[in-house]
């Protein structure tokens, strides 16, 4: 069975603070894909960024930043120099290989709520 | 802008009503979804549709029935529902790279 743990509840900051989110996942398939989702209070969810289990590179983003650890089963969000607009909860997620029909396995997710 | 989009945004409902959720893409993917989230919860699949036909149903009541029209539609039916129903309702679409892409949600309150 995937889980998907974000062991963070809420995180507080003040602008212009780095923040970053943990995420650590358990699967036993060998071929899997993580994401990221930002969901402000508008309810939305929005797809940040996908990354499969052979692909080890950490990317950047602008302000976002991930750290993909295969060894650790973790996949690490960091905002860097947060705005107000940063505040969301943001959900950490795992499925199976891509496919149309995809089954993702998501975290508790992450409140992030950045102060002036 | 989201691509998904959703009707109605919100939704009041007594128990005895039969009401539907609509939701619209128009990008293409073969893949739709219902998810459903109550308050500071992760979202929780309902059903999934690929290729305009049922793939999962994730054991929901019966009260829930979803419907697909063609590739681009997608609806929830709505019958006989109970307070602890009420939540925030989200559609989502995908492609084959599995990325999903959800609508703002139809928030639904039964009363």
């Known amino acids: 069975a995937q889980k998907v743990t974000q062991a963070q509840t809420e995180i507080s900051v003040v602008e212009k603070e780095d923040v970053t989110l943990d995420c650590v996942y358990e699967t036993r398939d060998t071929t899997y894909y993580l994401f990221w989702y930002k969901q402000p209070p508008s309810g939305e969810l929005v797809f940040l960024i996908r990354r499969n289990s052979f692909d080890e590179q950490n990317e950047i983003s602008g302000r976002y930043s991930w750290n993909f650890q295969k060894s650790t089963s973790s996949f690490n969000f960091t905002i860097t120099a947060s705005q107000v607009v940063d505040s969301a909860v943001y959900f950490c997620?795992?499925?199976?290989?891509?496919?149309?029909?995809?089954?993702?396995?998501f975290g508790g997710g992450t409140r992030v709520l950045v102060k002036p | 802008d989201t691509e998904v989009t959703q009707t109605p945004k919100h939704l009041v409902m007594g128990m005895t009503n039969k009401k539907s959720l609509k939701c619209e893409q128009h990008?293409?993917?073969?893949?739709m979804y219902w998810y459903k989230q109550k308050a500071k919860k992760p979202p929780e699949l309902m059903f999934v549709y690929s290729y305009e036909k049922l793939s999962i149903n994730e054991s929901v009541p019966s009260r829930f029935s979803p419907e697909c029209p063609n590739s681009s539609l997608l609806n929830l039916h709505l019958h006989a529902l109970q307070p602890e129903d009420s939540a925030l309702y989200l559609c989502?679409?995908?492609?084959?790279?599995?990325?999903?892409?959800f609508g703002e949600g139809s928030r639904l309150t039964v009363l």
């Open positions: 990008m293409g993917h073969r893949a």
């Open positions: 997620a795992l499925s199976e290989a891509p496919a149309a029909g995809n089954k993702l396995t």
């Open positions: 989502a679409s995908s492609h084959y790279t599995g990325e999903l892409f």
